[in-house]
């Protein structure tokens, strides 16, 4: 089966490797919140902002949590038992009225928005969760620009993103193979397609392929749509904590054994080139962690 990640601004969003905190050190919490085992049968797993400062999760590994909560990839994530990547859980929490500011454009991966600030105060408060930082060198990519130039393709509408009216419906559904919306980002084994992304967010997501730390050094501007497609070394383990958006997933199409490895398909597709070097990455370290009572 296909692995197939969806990412729809204001619906979900990816994690990335910055660690924070609210300005003078205090970090926010939601006004109200469940949380309870999820299905253990269930397929994939999803995380998504809604209008009125609501969060609601389904079906997500507690280290699918940690990687949303604290903008780290899986790979930073060291300790802890067995069953945060097994046991899954669901959400719905809700932060006091009017606390949340509205987006004003696409949200910058290097920055934790205030709903990831309080779910680290509910995965802290509720799991009894205790971590520290540490920084260690280790292998990471660096991304240029390739000889030849770029080949990477302006999104046709630059019009910045704006973020739903509170009150309006979700948007439907996202069906396997279907049309993409503009800010929407899917991965599946071997293929990565996006409509309206920024370089920020697509080198997150490769990142999140080659399960190393990526650092942009492209000056890419703007929004930009990208197809890329590589025959995969091993079954892609989706996004932050295997999250699987409204698409679900699908059946794999045949990979072609004699195609090319991401890394000569973004130089060949994307006139960019993946560098391996060295370089200082933050790491997520947990102490101890608690299974919650339920609510």
């Given at each position: 089966?296909?692995?197939?990640?969806?990412?729809?601004?204001?619906?979900?969003?990816?994690?990335?490797?910055?660690?924070?905190?609210?300005?003078?050190?205090?970090?926010?919490?939601?006004?109200?919140?469940?949380?309870?085992?999820?299905?253990?049968?269930?397929?994939?797993?999803?995380?998504?902002?809604?209008?009125?400062?609501?969060?609601?999760?389904?079906?997500?590994?507690?280290?699918?949590?940690?990687?949303?909560?604290?903008?780290?990839?899986?790979?930073?994530?060291?300790?802890?038992?067995?069953w945060i990547s097994t046991d899954r859980w669901d959400m719905e929490a809700r932060a006091e009225e009017g606390s949340i500011p509205p987006q004003t454009g696409i949200p910058d991966p290097n920055t934790p928005d205030p709903m990831a600030l309080r779910l680290q105060s509910l995965l802290e408060d509720r799991f009894q969760l205790k971590i520290h930082r540490e920084t260690k060198d280790f292998p990471i990519y660096e991304l240029s620009i390739a000889k030849g130039g770029s080949k990477m393709k302006l999104s046709e509408d630059?019009?910045?993103?704006?973020?739903?009216?509170?009150?309006?419906?979700?948007?439907?559904?996202?069906?396997?193979?279907?049309?993409?919306?503009?800010?929407?980002?899917?991965?599946?084994?071997?293929?990565?397609?996006?409509?309206?992304?920024?370089?920020?967010?697509?080198?997150?997501?490769?990142?999140?392929?080659?399960?190393?730390?990526?650092?942009?050094?492209?000056?890419?501007?703007?929004?930009?749509?990208?197809?890329?497609?590589?025959?995969?070394?091993?079954?892609?383990?989706?996004?932050?904590?295997?999250?699987?958006?409204?698409?679900?997933?699908?059946?794999?199409?045949?990979?072609?054994?004699?195609?090319?490895?991401?890394?000569?398909?973004?130089?060949?597709?994307?006139?960019?080139?993946?560098?391996?070097?060295?370089?200082?990455?933050?790491?997520?370290?947990?102490?101890?962690?608690?299974?919650?009572?339920?609510?």
């Amino acid at each position: 089966m296909k692995s197939l990640v969806l990412i729809v601004l204001g619906i979900a969003v990816v994690a990335i490797p910055i660690f924070s905190q609210a300005p003078g050190g205090s970090r926010p919490s939601f006004e109200v919140a469940t949380v309870k085992p999820g299905d253990p049968g269930q397929r994939g797993s999803s995380i998504m902002n809604q209008p009125g400062g609501r969060l609601v999760i389904r079906g997500m590994p507690l280290l699918g949590l940690i990687t949303f909560a604290y903008r780290v990839r899986t790979f930073q994530v060291s300790g802890g038992p067995g069953w945060i990547s097994t046991d899954r859980w669901d959400m719905e929490a809700r932060a006091e009225e009017g606390s949340i500011p509205p987006q004003t454009g696409i949200p910058d991966p290097n920055t934790p928005d205030p709903m990831a600030l309080r779910l680290q105060s509910l995965l802290e408060d509720r799991f009894q969760l205790k971590i520290h930082r540490e920084t260690k060198d280790f292998p990471i990519y660096e991304l240029s620009i390739a000889k030849g130039g770029s080949k990477m393709k302006l999104s046709e509408d630059q019009t910045p993103y704006k973020p739903p009216e509170r009150g309006a419906p979700p948007p439907p559904p996202m069906q396997p193979g279907g049309t993409m919306p503009r800010f929407s980002f899917r991965t599946g084994r071997g293929s990565m397609e996006a409509v309206a992304m920024d370089i920020a967010n697509i080198v997150q997501s490769f990142s999140s392929q080659l399960g190393r730390t990526v650092v942009d050094k492209t000056g890419l501007k703007g929004l930009y749509d990208l197809k890329l497609q590589w025959t995969p070394d091993a079954p892609v383990q989706g996004g932050p904590g295997g999250l699987a958006g409204p698409g679900g997933p699908e059946a794999a199409p045949p990979i072609d054994p004699n195609g090319p490895s991401i890394f000569t398909a973004i130089q060949e597709q994307l006139g960019l080139k993946l560098d391996s070097t060295k370089g200082p990455v933050d790491v997520l370290v947990v102490d101890s962690v608690q299974k919650p009572t339920e609510n």
